[in-house]
C-alpha cells in the first residue's frame, strides 16, 4: 500500500453541527481506478447505490463487491479509521458509493451513515479526504398520560410510545412490581421524555426517559431517570426513596433474557442465568448500584468480568467485556453510573454484548424481574427538589396522594 502523511487537519463546530476532516495523501493515486466494470456497476448504467449493512458485514467485503481493489480498500479503511472505528459497523448502518461517469469510471465519493445520524463521507480526488458530520438535532421534550390496557408492551405500543421504556420499566421497577399480577387494567402511567430528531424529523438516537408515574391501588411508584446532575434512577414509593438504579448500558437493546434457551454457540439448552444488552464494542458499561468491586478478571466463556458485591448477599456481574475502566481493582467503591468497563465479545459470544447477572448468596435471580432493594435512604434535599420540579412539569392531573414536599404521605 506504501506510506500515507498527515497532510491536513480540520475542526469546524457551528452550533451543534461539528465536522472533523483528515486528508491523507496516498502512496500511489493512480491506482484508483477500482474494477467497476469488473463488477457490473458501470455496465448497467449504476453510477451510485446505496447498501444497507448485514450482520456480519465489513467494510472491505462490501467494497470488494463493488469491484474496488484491494488497495484503495485499505487506504479507505486506513483513512477512516481516524474518525471512525469500523468495528462498530452495525446491521442497518448504510454504505453509499458514487461512481464518475467518465471513461475511466472511477470512485469518487462515499457516505457510510453510522449509528445516531453521524456520516462519514469520503472524497476521493487527487488525495482521501474523510470528513465526519454530526446532524444538527432539535431536542423535543415528549409527555404521555394513558390508562394500561393489557400488558405494558400493548399498552406503550397501541400509544406509539417508545417500547424500550417497556424494557427500562420492567428492569428498574424488577422486584417492586408484579406486572402480571398487579396490572389489571385501568391503572394509570405517566411518561415524559425526549427525543433529538434532525431538520427532517427523523430521529436521531435513542429517546431518554425523564420521568415515570405508575399508580397502582395502594400505592405510587415514581422514577427520576439520570440527568447530567445525577447518574443514577432514584425510585420512590409513596414519596419515599428506596431504590437507586443505573442501567447497565446506556441505550441497549435487550437481546437476550433470564431462563433456560438454547445456546447460541453449544446448541444444547441449559439455564441462561442474566440478561443480554446488544451495544456496538467499546459502549461504556456502568454499575447498576453502589458497591464494592469483588472480581476484575477472566473466567472461561465469561471472558472479561467484574463483579460487584452490594452487601446483604446481593452481587452483580457484568461479563464478555472488552477492556476494563482504567485502575479498576478488587476492593475500590462504586456509585451507581460509574463505568466500569466496555461492551465486547470477550469468552464465548456471538456478538458484541453486555452479559449482566444479579446473584443472592450465589443463586442467579432474573434482574429484571426480581431485583432486590439495594439502597434504602432518606432522600436529600437536592433529591427531594429534582423530584418536585419533575412532578410539576409533567404530573398535572396526576395521582398526587403521595406527593408532599417532605416526601411522605399527605
Known sequence: M???RIVRWTRIAIGTFLTFTFLWEPASASRWRPNAVDSGLVEHGILNQTIEVSAGDTLSGLLEQQGVVRSLRAEVALAISALFDLSRLRPGNQLEVFWGDGPEHRLKRMVLVVDDGV????????????????????????????????????????????LQFAVELSGILGGLVDFRRELQGGERVVLAWREDRDSEGILVGNPTLRYAQLNLEERVLEIAAPDQAAQAALIYENGKLIRTFSPPVVGARLSSVFGRRKHPVYGN????????????????????????????????????????????????RYAHLSNYSGGLRKGFRVQAGDIIGEVGSSGTATGPNLHFEMRINGRPIDPLKSGPELVNNRPSQVELQRLAKLRRQYTTGADTRFQSASGTRK
Open 269 to 316: 439448552v441449559r439455564l441462561h442465568t442474566g440478561v443480554d444488552y446488544a451495544a456496538a464494542k467499546g459502549t461504556p458499561v456502568s454499575a447498576t448500584s453502589p458497591g464494592q468491586i469483588a472480581f476484575v478478571g477472566r473466567i472461561k466463556g465469561y471472558g472479561r468480568v467484574v463483579d460487584i458485591d452490594h452487601g446483604s448477599g446481593v452481587t452483580t
Open 2 to 4: 506504501g506510506d500515507l
Open 119 to 162: 456520516r462519514i463521507e469520503i472524497e476521493l480526488a487527487s488525495s482521501i479526504q474523510v470528513t465526519k458530520v454530526e446532524p444538527v438535532v432539535q431536542t423535543q421534550n415528549m409527555q404521555a398520560d394513558l390508562e394500561i390496557a393489557g400488558s405494558l408492551f400493548d399498552t406503550f405500543e397501541l400509544a406509539a410510545i417508545p
